[in-house]
């Protein structure tokens, strides 16, 4: 998978179908030379030097293409600020050092006691190349100031034009791909509010303008950092297009200490030949296999409180929910927000994590039998990471928050944030977290962070900065602790919505809680921006009641459950005010999903048709799931069949629910006949199986 020339200093990575390549230029520098399509050791040596056409005194002799730029007119990947002020590096190659599939670069800087180990790995089942940067000070004087630590720079080979697909959004509309020409000059991607964000998702893709789903060259690359970040594209006068990514927003230092050692997160890249369905695959199964903690489990049927009570959550409120939910086929039923503290609203008990004495007068335990009872695995909510000043917690801690001397604290959702990165914040999270899991033997936690960062800062720190990574380092440790102890504990990432779903997160996590805009027809768009990167066995879905509390929205039960079945289904409406003719309707559509779950949660994606008909395949050995939404019809209009994707040609497929028996050929060719009824808003779930 990695080979080296020691002549010419290159090294080359092989994936299973696509390779890497970089070499060291005669003064140390990294540079980079190829990502795209397999070459030899030998060819990838041919692959000729771009040099800039105008090659002037107006462009820096060392800058072009570097494997991490720290020097010319570009977008730098390290900027450093050494002791007395010099800045900039100058590398000096020390070695390198294979593992497996796992290359380290040892450089140092010529003069300055820094040293950097370029970190590449790859594996042998994905064509995903993981890359990370470590610094360490290897002096015993002042310092070293690092204003921005990449994890990696990118660079695609020249195309005729330039494309970035990436995603923006907002709360309740998150995961809205984007995909236009990409700008000359340097565009920046950024979240400066402490998580990945809903406005945006650290992640960018490029194709020459002309890539379509199954068809076309598309490089990518994702973030596996939870917090601010930045990616920088930079497409040249000369027509070159690069970026560079990593943790923190501008301005986000990190004073590295004399033997101090810092390590960015993964900045991975995907190259794939295959359009943007065939990177969305190596994306998901990139994640499934080398990502989540337990990816080979299949996420079960929840029931979420939350739509249901808001806060007005009681003992017995929250049983009869769970006999009702036990009713149409939960396998995990999750009480929200409102169970602890003085948590009536959002105005006071964050922070007071033992059980409202009103609402639970002894403990949770009971609700916990009886949600077991009912055959149920019992999940709860927390936000560990914030705090309302109407709290105990904030009153015996004020100083724990993340704050700037002699500012306002700026509330939002009437909570401030605590600083993880102190130790004994974490540690106090993980006393209560541990505590809680461990006695009442909690199955689940919904793990919440409700509000960007604002004044981040701990005052009497030498190095502001480093609140905002050191923050984010604090979660990871404390939910790998608790996984670590508990290993039966499965936790969903939350962020108001999908305001953190990254690679980070998903490394200690089983799902994410895609947005808390619930309306099908949203959340059509919503999961197909998720879906992008991001694989369906970790993408929550439920079904809420209709009309829509944000949207006004009313739709079918039917297309409702649909569309959540195209992720991890959970039902998180007001049961009691459904009809039992819904109910009964529910209880069908949650046993045919779990019926089709191994195909839809474990089984390969494609995804289907152009507005207004789209939908979902997923394709796992024999079987396959298609679930379809028409959003509009108009009287008149034509059908459209739904061409399927990724099928045998050769083999013939029967429908497991009317006996109709389909050619893959004409499948792929001319589509599935569906007889959608003529109103807006209908859809269809088929299963196949193949026969011959
Ligand atoms: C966030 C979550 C919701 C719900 C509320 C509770 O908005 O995304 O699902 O848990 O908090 O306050």
């Given amino acids: 998978m990695i080979e080296y020339d020691p002549q010419r200093r290159i090294w080359l990575f092989s994936t299973p179908t696509t390779a890497y390549a970089l070499g060291l230029d005669d003064d140390g520098t990294p540079r980079h030379v190829h990502w795209g399509r397999p070459l030899t050791l030998e060819q990838a040596a041919a692959v000729p030097r771009f040099r800039d056409p105008a090659d002037s005194s107006f462009e820096h002799p060392r800058a072009d293409r570097a494997e991490l730029p720290v020097t010319g007119f570009g977008p730098s990947a390290l900027q450093v600020r050494f002791p007395g002020g010099g800045q900039e590096i100058e590398w000096r190659y020390e070695g390198h050092a294979v593992d497996g599939g796992h290359l380290t670069i040892l450089l140092r800087d010529r003069c300055h006691p820094l040293a950097v180990e370029l970190h590449y790995r790859v594996h042998a089942d994905v064509d995903v190349l993981e890359r990370w940067t470590v610094l360490r000070h290897t002096g015993d004087g ?219 007068p002894a403990g949770l335990d009971g609700l916990i039998a009886e949600v077991h009872r009912l055959g149920m695995r019992f999940g709860i909510w927390v936000e560990p990471e914030m705090v309302n000043p109407d709290s105990d917690l904030y009153r015996a801690h004020p100083d724990w928050v993340l704050r700037q001397p002699d500012r306002r604290r700026t509330l ?31 199955d689940f936690l919904k793990w919440d962070m409700n509000r960007a960062f604002t004044e981040a800062g701990r005052p009497g720190t030498g190095d502001p900065g480093r609140v905002w990574i050191e923050h984010v380092r604090g979660v990871y440790e404390v939910m790998d602790r608790l996984r670590a102890d508990h290993p039966r504990l499965r936790i969903e990432a939350c962020a108001g919505g999908g305001g953190r779903v990254d690679l980070g997160v998903l490394r200690r996590t089983d799902e994410a809680w895609t947005s808390d805009n619930t309306d099908a027809v949203d959340r059509i768009a919503i999961q197909h921006g998720y879906g992008q990167i991001y694989p ?26 649909h569309v959540a079945m195209a992720g991890v289904l959970g039902v998180g409406g007001d049961l009691s005010r459904w009809s039992a003719a819904e109910r009964a309707e529910a209880a069908e559509l949650v046993a045919i999903y779990k019926e089709i779950r191994p195909v839809v949660q474990h089984g390969v994606h494609h995804r289907l048709g152009e507005p207004p008909l789209t939908g979902a395949q997923y394709v796992a050995d024999d079987r396959v799931v298609v679930l379809a939404w028409r959003l509009s019809s108009r009287f008149g209009a034509p059908p459209v069949p739904l061409r399927l994707r990724g099928l045998d040609p050769d083999a013939r497929y029967r429908d497991d629910d009317t006996g109709a028996v389909h050619h893959g050929a ?15 808003h209908t859809s269809a779930l088929v299963r196949l199986t193949r026969i011959a």
């Fill in 412 to 442: 939002l959702r009437n909570q401030l944030v605590l600083d993880f990165g102190r130790p004994e914040v974490a540690a106090w999270a993980h006393d209560w977290l541990d505590r809680l899991v461990a006695g009442h033997a909690i």
């Fill in 142 to 360: 002042a310092p070293i100031e690092l204003l921005r630590a990449d994890s990696a720079s990118w660079a695609v080979p020249h195309l005729a034009a330039y494309r970035l697909s990436h995603v923006t959004g907002a709360w309740g509309s998150e995961f809205r791909l984007r995909r236009d020409a990409a700008p000359g000059g340097e565009t920046v991607l950024t979240s400066r509010r402490g998580v990945s964000g809903h406005h945006a998702n650290p992640w960018v893709m490029i194709d020459d303008g002309a890539a379509g789903e199954e068809h076309g060259e598309v490089w990518s690359s994702a973030l596996a950092w939870s917090g601010s970040w930045r990616i920088t594209l930079h497409r040249s006068p000369a027509e070159r297009l690069c970026w560079s990514g990593g943790f923190g927003h501008e301005g986000v230092t990190w004073r590295l200490e004399p033997g101090e050692t810092l390590e960015t997160p993964v900045f991975a890249g995907l190259y794939r030949p295959d359009g943007f369905g065939g990177t969305s695959r190596s994306w998901h199964a990139y994640i499934a296999r080398h990502v989540l903690p337990a990816a080979s489990e299949s996420r079960p049927v929840l029931y979420n409180s939350w739509e249901a009570t808001g806060w007005a959550v009681t003992e017995e409120g929250q049983k009869r929910l769970a006999g009702l939910a036990a009713e149409v086929g939960a396998e995990l039923f999750v009480m929200d927000d409102g169970w602890f503290g003085a948590r009536d609203s959002d105005e006071a008990g964050l922070g007071d994590w033992t059980p409202n004495p009103g609402k639970f």
């Fill in 536 to 561: 369906t066995r970790t993408m929550a879905a439920w079904v809420t009641d209709s009309p829509h509390f944000l949207t006004g929205r009313e739709l079918p039960l039917r297309f409702r459950f």
């Fill in 666 to 680: 004409v499948l792929l060719a001319h589509g599935l006949p569906l007889e959608l009824p003529g109103t807006d």
